[in-house]
C-alpha cells in the first residue's frame, strides 16, 4: 500500500515535470539581438531609437542610388523620368575630382593628415582637399571650422553647415563650377550616401564593447550608454583648419639627405598633386615626374607669387572672371604643415637632381 503510493506519486510528479517542460519549451522566446559587422550604424541606432537625419525624401519621383551614384561618378545620370541623359553637371569637374567614395581611416576617431595618407597610400587612393563621401550620411555638420569663420557672413555657406542638401548644391555650383542640381537629383545623392553610410565594422569595436551593446539593446535601458559608446568611435564632423603659408627657404645640407621627409613627399605629389595635374587630368596646368615639372615647381616657389606651392596648397586658386576650374586649398587636415614641408623636400630634391628614392 504504501509503495504504491509512492509509485503513482512518483509517476505523477513526473507527468507534472513533463508538462512543465513543454511549456517552457514551447513559450516563444524574445528575439535576442546580435550586432554584425556588415550592420548599417543607422540601422543599429534605430534599434536605439535615435531619430534618423540626413534621411532620404523618398516622395520625390524618380530619387535613386544608382542616379546618385552616377552623378558623383560620371557627372550625369538618366532623367528623372528615366529616360535620356540629364546635362553635364560641370564641364569642369567630377566630384571624385576632389572626394574619395572609400573609406579613408582606419580609426574613424583620429582624422590626422598623416593617417590619412598612410591610409590612402596603403588602398591605393588619392589624398584630397574634399572629405570622403564615404560615411558623410553619419556626419551632423558640413563645411566646419575655418570655412565657416572666413565664409560664413555668405548665406549659402552658413546654411550649409547644418544642412546636408545645401551643402550637395553649395559644392555643385561653387566647388565644381556647375549647374545648380534639381531635388531630386539632390536627393539622389543623399540616397546614394546613405548606402555607403558607416557600418559597424568601420567602428573597429572591441568585443566587450559589442557585448554591452547588445546587451542594452536586449535589455531596452540605457540606450543612450550605447549611443554615447558608437559615437565615440568616429566624428560626426570633418574639422577644417587654414594655415598660413610658408616664405621659401632654400633646402638644407640635412634635408638633401633626408629620405624619410623625401620619401614622404613624394607620397603627397603622387598621390595628391598628380591627382589633378598628371595629363591636364582637372586642370590646364601640367605637372608629371619630369625634372622640369619640378624645377617649374621650385621656381614658382622661391618666386613666392601665386603659384609657390606654399601658397597655392593654402589658399587655393579661385574662380576668377566668370566660370573657370580652380583649385581647392588645403586645410591643414587635409595636408598637415609637415607633409608640406615634406612636399618642398622632395620637389626640390628632384629639381637638383637628387633623387633620394634612387639610392
Ligand atoms: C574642385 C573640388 C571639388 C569638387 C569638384 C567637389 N567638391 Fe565637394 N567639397 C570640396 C571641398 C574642398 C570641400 C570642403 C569641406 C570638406 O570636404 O571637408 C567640399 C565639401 C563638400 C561637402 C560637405 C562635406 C563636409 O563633410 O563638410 C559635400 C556634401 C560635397 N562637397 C559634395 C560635393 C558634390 C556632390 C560634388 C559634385 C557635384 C562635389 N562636392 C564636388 C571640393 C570639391
Ligand atoms: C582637385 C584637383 C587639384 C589638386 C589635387 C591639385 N591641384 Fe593644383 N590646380 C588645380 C586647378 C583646377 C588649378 C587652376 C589652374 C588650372 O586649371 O591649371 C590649379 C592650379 C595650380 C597651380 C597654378 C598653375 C598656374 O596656372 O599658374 C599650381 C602651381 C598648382 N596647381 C600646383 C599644385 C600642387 C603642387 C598640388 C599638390 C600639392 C596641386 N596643385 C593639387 C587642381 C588641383
Redesign the pocket.
Known sequence: MFGKFKITTILASLMILVLVASFTIMQPEKEQFFLSDSDDLWAVYDKLGKIRFNAVNTSIVGVSVEKGRDIINKGYSTKQDGTGKTAQQSPYFKCT??HNKEKEFDDLSNVSAQNRLNYAVKHDLPF??GSSFYGLINRKTFYNDDYQKKYGHVPIIKASNTDIRKAIQLCATQCAQGRALSDWEIESIIAYYSSIGLKIKDLNLKPAEKKEIETIINKGTDLHQAVHLLESKYLATSPAHFANHKAYTPITEAEKKDTESFKNGQL??EH??L???EGKR????A?DNSKFSFIN?LN?TKADK??S?YK??RHG?WPLAGKK????L?PMEK?SEDQLTD?KIYIENMAIGNNLAAQ
Open positions: 575630382a576632389c584630397l582637399q603627397v605629389y595628391s598633386c591627382h589633378c595635374h582637372y586642370s590646364f596646368f605637372l615647381l614658382r601665386d603659384g606651392i597655392i596648397t586658386t576650374a580652380y583649385m581647392p588645403y595636408m612636399l
